[in-house]
């Protein structure tokens, strides 16, 4: 199996709350409305995404 | 000279990024649903309310969101399709908040006496100044009668900028140490000696 390059457990909470925050900033835009769907699906979707980000990690150019 | 960013120009790259993301899609969404609700009115009575200095709600009329002030006053009218002496009604106009904050009402009625079938006057309402304005949401209001019952709701958004108070600090204070962590978990760790 491979082994993560990156933190990708730190990724999903990362992406929790980056997904919490953007649904947050979006309700506060007036672009959705606190019943949209998407102020659950943004969420799910950047845990999913941070926790994939974090275990591959390509952010190499940044390693000192 | 070889440019070389560093994790702070990496993380307020990807910062103005979402920015201007943002930026983009509120700039398309506008007042795109602004006729995008129905109207919601059931039951047969008739309700009307006129916003000082904000116009008319109507919710068996019209639909879409409407713009309120988050303090103001209406005058209202409204009336039951029910006759008789001594009725036991109820009814409540609220404000719905989302997250299950309690709603916040804005005018309730009724008791064991009622004899007319109409109302008028004036209601006042002062919605606290943390709730942020620009947020979609729901006013619901209900009247309960003998043999009727009429339900209605309207979409309002509070007058003022969603990013004036403290939860709009909070929401971007939020964005900006959420990018900054997933930027430090998509940088590979160090391996070996």
């Known amino acids: 199996m491979t082994a993560p390059r990156g933190r990708p457990v730190l990724g999903a909470i990362a992406g929790l709350f980056l997904g919490i925050a953007i649904a ?6 007036g672009t959705i409305a606190v019943d949209s769907a998407l102020t659950i699906l943004l969420p799910v ?11 591959f990690a390509p952010l190499r150019f940044l390693r000192r | 000279m070889r440019f070389r960013p560093t994790p702070h120009a990496a993380v ?6 979402v920015l201007a993301g943002f930026t983009v899609v509120h700039a398309q969404g506008g007042s795109a649903s602004d006729n995008s609700v129905p109207p919601s009115f059931t039951g047969g009575c008739a309700a009307s309310a006129n916003i000082a200095g904000y116009g008319t709600v109507d919710p068996a009329v019209s639909g879409g969101v409407y ?18 002496q001594d009725r036991t009604t109820s009814g409540k106009v609220q404000v719905e908040l989302p997250l299950g904050l309690p709603a916040i009402s804005i005018k309730s009625w009724g008791g064991d006496n009622t004899d007319g079938n109409s109302d008028s006057g004036t209601v006042t309402w002062d919605i606290p100044s943390w709730l942020p304005g620009n947020v979609e949401l729901t006013v619901s209001g209900f009247h309960q009668d003998e043999g009727v019952r ?8 509070l007058d003022g900028g969603g990013f004036a108070g403290p939860i709009g600090i909070a929401a971007v ?21």
Do not use: H, N
């Open chain 2, 150 to 157: 009429c339900e209605g709701r309207i979409k309002v958004k």
């Open chain 2, 12 to 17: 307020a790259g990807a910062l103005l990024l």
């Open chain 1, 45 to 55: 979707v950047f845990l999913v995404l941070g926790g994939v980000a974090g275990f």
């Open chain 2, 67 to 84: 713009t309120v002030p988050k303090s103001g006053s209406a005058t209202y009218t409204g009336s039951v399709p029910v006759q008789g």
């Open chain 1, 24 to 29: 947050a900033d979006l309700l506060l835009f």
């Open chain 2, 173 to 193: 204070a939020l964005t900006i140490v959420s990018l900054a962590g997933l930027a430090w978990a998509m940088i590979p760790r160090r391996t070996g000696a």
